[in-house]
């Protein structure tokens, strides 16, 4: 039984558990791997037991100042500079005490779990934060002891950034392991936060039919998604489990947790509250009103707020993700002329190159080793930089400013049963086929059949290939899928003007059937008149209510399962419940929601117009000006190793292709999910039609530039 038609009289079965939304499970996963490996050899209890006498002992410390504060200023209330410093150190023991106590305790990093819904242990958090850091720091810092050895004490820059990322990178993967749950709990809120006018709407809307705090709460918790709709079934059950003597204490007691991050939503609880106990009609209408007032210009003002504030943020992740490695990339021609320059300087001084008599020079020998353990430590710096570090950082920045979006509207997840579609198998085969056509060139590139350029340059044609194959098989994948998507996305935008019209008719005496066919003859070509079209079909066939065609009945399933859409599941049930009870209580009741509704999704495309000279310079960046900028400088490079002899270069060209090719196809995953996730609130569908759609292109721009690059500059032609 669906859960949006169960009785909204009857009590939740269980205790709440915010399931809602799953993100994180591959984090789950991490934790559960190192954080209970690492258990089986710790001691959580000892490390409890530590912390608890450093807490005692600060606890200590603290009273036994305040005792000499005490008897200081009773001796001298005016005190002087010895007094000062005192007090300082009282507050310092304070604040010291206060942070003991939350790492034995974990009361507030218990909470930050429990919300972001990730089934960890905070023990298993920090054992695997711990891990993390300890497994990278060793693989890192012996990959920089044997690059120390082979340059033979020779720095480099590169050297320099493998000692950087050998230090950096453990640290920022304990603090993202450590402070995932935090993380993930304020995206949540901030998302929840836009969701919040959904909760009030749909209070509201039952609210005007039954003067009824604990129908109202019960309706919505069945109907909003998320940790919200988990925390109104907690409201709930805090009654049932005796916690709180009444649903209004219990609803208080969450207005009042949830207003200390939404004061908006705060506000409007109280409302929806007060007006239950107004005696006319009138004070009811106007405090829900009041209450859709209140938290959708809070949500509006939030957006705003947010859109504002987006372009430094967007400005720095677009330089840190795009702007700085190009232009490092661009450098690494004359990097590495300078570093040719002072490995020819090795060994040279006065008459390093005469030799004596019949003496073999070994100047020649020394200078090839010191090449080539240079080319090792250049080889290792330049993909560690290039493939680790530098995506690693936009990937956790983008994540930090993506986890300041407020969500609004809810994308509809349109239902897989029904989709014709390959199956993964079949993907695969035809994405390997792909690829397999599009990087054909490879081979022949590589055995030199397009000349000295082309047995250089033939890692473009792989990671053509790769992008061509990737791009296949996730359209293949998601094609029919996302047409679904988009009809069920147009049918929900038309859906607040659809529900205006259809109540109209309805508040004017015309039943239900009648009202739907002259709704759909006026909405003649779109979405919603086919809907009805098929509703239509539906009732005259079947002879059923319309209860039984839209919701179903024991006889079969109803018409909405073919469109999963919450919004117009709770609407129409709304409204057939409204017109049970007469036209004017369709008019007073649906006809607002309809209004609502229409300043929800004006809410969400106002953050969309906003933000959209943001996605599409994003989206630019990662399809067009990256890629020829890459393939560009590949040139360049490629030139250079034309006029230098050959294996002079401490990177080959063709890892140096490889490289910035592998780069791009990172960057093109980062940029995609961060600008679906500016436009949409994150959008897994959408994200992986826009891979399918623009990888592939991406790579094409890639290679275009590359041999562009080729042909205009003349590169390896004197290889």
Known sequence: MDSAEAPLGSPPAGPPTVQEEAPGKAYVALVHLL?????GYADPARRTARLQRALERARADRQR??????????????????????????????????SLEEAVRRTAFKREIYFAGLEVTPDEVHYAAVGGLLLSFVALVGTLVALVVLSQGVVSPFLLVVALLAFVLPISLYLFVYNYPGMLARRLRVQTLGRAPEAVHYMAMSLRLNRSLPRAVRFASENVEG???????????????????????????FADEWGNWNEDF????????????????????????????????????????????????????FALGVLLP?????????????????????????????????????????????????????VV?????????????????????????????TPPRPPEQGVRRPSRGESALLAAATGGLAGALALPAYLGYFGPPGTLAWPVFVLLGLGAGISMGVHVRTRALAKRGNALQKLENEFPDTLFQLASRMGEGLRFERAVERTSAGMRGTESSQFFDRTLHVLRVSGGTPEQALFGSARGPGLLTRYPSRQMRVSLRALLEAASKGPQAVTDTVIPMAQHLKELRNTDASIRTSLRGTVQMMKGSAFFFAPIVMGMTGALYLLLSGVLASGALAVPPPL?????????????????AFSIGIETGGDRLKFWTLVGQFLWLAVLVYAVGAFLGIVFLGGGAGS
């Open 35 to 39: 954080g209970r490996a690492l258990l």
């Open 65 to 98: 100042l305040t005792s000499i504060l005490a008897r200081e200023e009773a001796i001298d209330p005016h005190g002087g500079s010895a007094r000062d410093r005192q007090e300082r150190k009282l507050a310092s023991l304070q604040r010291r005490c206060e």
């Open 227 to 253: 940790n919200l709709g988990a925390a109104l079934k907690k409201v709930q059950w805090d009654v049932m489990s005796r916690k709180h003597p009444s649903l209004e204490e219990s609803f208080l007691h």
């Open 266 to 317: 705060m506000r409007s609880m109280y409302a929806l509250r007060l007006s239950t106990h107004e005696k006319t009609d009138e004070g009811l209408t106007r405090n829900l009103e009041k209450a859709q007032d209140i938290v959708l210009s809070g949500t509006r003002r939030k957006i705003e707020e947010f859109a504002s504030s987006l372009s430094g943020p967007t400005t720095v992740f």
């Open 326 to 378: 190009l232009v490092i990339g661009a450098m690494l021609p004359m990097v590495f002329l300078s570093n040719l320059a002072n490995v020819g300087n090795l060994g040279a001084g006065p008459g390093a190159g005469a030799g004596t008599a019949g003496a073999p020079s070994t100047t020649g020998s020394a200078g090839t080793s010191a090449n080539s353990t240079n080319s090792i430590v250049t």
């Open 381 to 409: 710096g330049f993909v560690l930089a290039m493939d680790v570090g530098f995506p690693f950082v936009a990937l956790l920045y983008s994540m930090q400013i993506l986890s300041k979006r407020p969500g609004t509207v």
């Open 656 to 672: 140096f292709f490889a490289v910035m090719g592998v780069y791009l196809l990172e960057m093109v995953f980062i940029i995609g």
